[in-house]
């Protein structure tokens, strides 16, 4: 049974379908940083192994650079909760655009591991910044309900694209020139943060929630006379941002306050918030999605896959896969939800991954006992890949920076996503180091087992969203705390509600 103030609320929004010019405009841009930052997942491991050719890395060294680039992804999704909140949502992301320019240009002029980790940390930091505050910008710059899942699922979309176009790069540049095509691969982004910096700095508004809470309101209403449908509805969405922001009562929560109501006295409403958000963040990345996107040539050589070029082929099509399913997240995430796509995806990637990790096992235990390859073992590999990174494009990937995005208050909303993101960079990191050290120490290890693991954290993940998380599809970011209010998750008639009070499959 729904909660009758909740569709009281949802017949007074504002109930416009069409997406506004210039809230478009200001969403492709926002999400174009996120290019750049797949583009910089794409190249970073061809990068680091042509580095390490021509600087003369040492093996440590090149374990250290894999696993502290999730740690700057971390250090700049933090830094960007409260620059979004002290600068303004716009000036953040024109800030990820700068650093990470002077990170690119860094290391392309690098001459050893030191300036080029110097380099590395500036432009990782600004991977940071743009994943965490492009889908923050674009949740608080739509004023439509109807459409914010739509746009607010680009960045990771635009990741996606970044990351395959940074893969073909890789592969195409070294053929020019061994020495310099990894710098031409850095460079590029480089030229390309430019560029987006220009775009953003002459087109974008800054967020109406942001300005609402630093007591702007002249300013506010004049965004949303950009970004609304009518006058009427400006002056709606601008009554209702207000009530939710706390005006004047709460105006401008500084960082200490914000952490103290999320952490230490946090209301049950916002002790959900978080915990769904931490968890949602936890479970995209714990299920192993880094290992298959970021090491697919060493898994699949593990696997079987001698030849370079079948190495990168397999590379591409799981890349591409990932695309197009990241488009079908984007038609339906407004339509059927986000709950039925979340657990759609995490029960498709548990199936995936088992029969990834039974392939791998199989693989390794006939290793021991013959030279020849299993070819049906290997399909079975090759295949569940491909559908782990559909289901995952087309469920949590994108979903997860949608969720955080949207469901804390307006005077907790940068500081909850960039913990949420935090988290995220902090669990790719343990992945990414585990499975570093892996390949570099235990040649013989079954991989296969590793992927188990992962199958039964995706199955927890489906668990914990099944009984935990509300379906936020047409509710207006400012009824959110409403939405999330008495339902805390460790309360007696939480398992009772998920079943009957939201929509499950």
Not at 79 to 100: E, H, M, P, Q, V
Not at 143 to 159: H, I, K, M, Q, Y
Not at 396 to 404: H, V
Request: aromatic share 12%; glycine share 8%; net charge neutral.
């Amino acid at each position: 049974m729904a909660d009758p103030d909740l569709e009281d609320s949802q017949q007074d929004s504002p109930k416009e379908t069409r997406i506004n010019k210039h809230v478009l405009a200001c969403s492709l841009l926002a999400s174009l940083t996120c290019v750049s930052s797949g583009y910089d997942v794409g190249v970073v491991t061809e990068v680091a192994r042509k580095a390490h050719l021509d600087l003369k890395f040492s093996s440590v060294e090149v374990i250290v650079f894999f696993v502290f680039v999730p740690l700057f992804y971390l250090l700049g999704a933090v830094a960007a909760a409260w620059t979004a909140d002290r600068i303004g949502r716009r000036y953040t992301l024109l800030f990820s655009c700068t650093i990470f320019f002077a990170g690119s240009v860094l290391m392309g002029f690098a001459t050893n591991f030191s300036s080029f980790m110097v380099g590395r940390f500036c432009s990782s930091v600004g991977v940071g910044y743009a994943v965490m505050v492009a889908p923050l910008y674009i949740a608080e710059i739509s004023p439509v309900s109807s459409s914010r899942g739509f746009l607010t699922s680009l960045p990771e979309l635009l990741v996606n694209v970044g990351s395959l176009l940074g893969g073909i790069v890789s592969y195409c540049l070294p053929m020019i020139s061994s020495q310099l095509g990894w710098r031409f691969m850095v460079g590029i982004a480089a030229f390309a943060s430019v560029f987006l910096f220009i775009a953003l700095l002459s087109i974008t508004s800054e967020s109406s929630y942001w300005l609402v809470m630093k007591d702007r309101l002249p300013d506010a209403k004049r965004v949303l006379e950009k970004t609304s449908g009518s006058f009427e509805e400006s002056r709606l969405i601008f009554e209702e941002i207000k009530k939710a922001a706390g005006i004047p009562d709460q105006n401008g929560t500084t960082v200490c306050v914000g952490l103290k109501e999320l952490l230490i006295h946090p209301s049950p409403a916002v002790r959900h918030m978080l915990i769904t958000a931490l968890a949602v963040h936890f479970f995209q990345q714990a299920s192993g999605i880094s290992v298959i996107t970021s090491f697919t040539t060493n898994v699949f050589e593990k696997a079987g896959v001698q030849r370079e070029s079948h190495q990168q082929f397999i590379s591409y099509a799981i890349g591409l896969a990932g695309i197009m399913c990241n488009l079908v997240a984007t038609a339906l995430v407004d339509k059927i939800g986000r709950r039925v796509l979340l657990l759609s995806s995490l029960a498709g990637m548990a199936f995936s991954l088992m029969g990834f990790a039974i392939g791998l096992t199989i693989i390794h235990h006939h290793s021991h006992h013959s030279d020849q390859k299993i070819t049906w073992a290997l399909t079975i590999c090759i295949i569940c890949s491909l559908f782990c990174t559909v289901f995952f494009s087309i469920g949590i990937g994108p979903i997860a920076w949608i969720y955080s995005s949207e469901i804390f208050p307006p005077r907790l909303r940068a500081l909850g996503s960039g913990m949420a993101a935090a988290m995220n960079f902090f669990t790719t990191a343990i992945v990414v180091f585990s499975f570093a050290v892996l390949i570099r120490f235990k040649t013989s290890f079954n991989f296969g087992s590793l992927f188990f693991l992962y199958t039964g954290i995706a199955l927890s993940g489906w668990i914990f969203i099944y009984l935990f998380l509300p379906e936020t599809k047409g509710n207006s970011l400012q009824e959110m705390e409403k939405l999330f209010l008495g339902l805390g998750p460790f309360s007696g008639n939480r398992i009772r509600n998920s079943i009957h009070h939201w929509n499950i499959i």
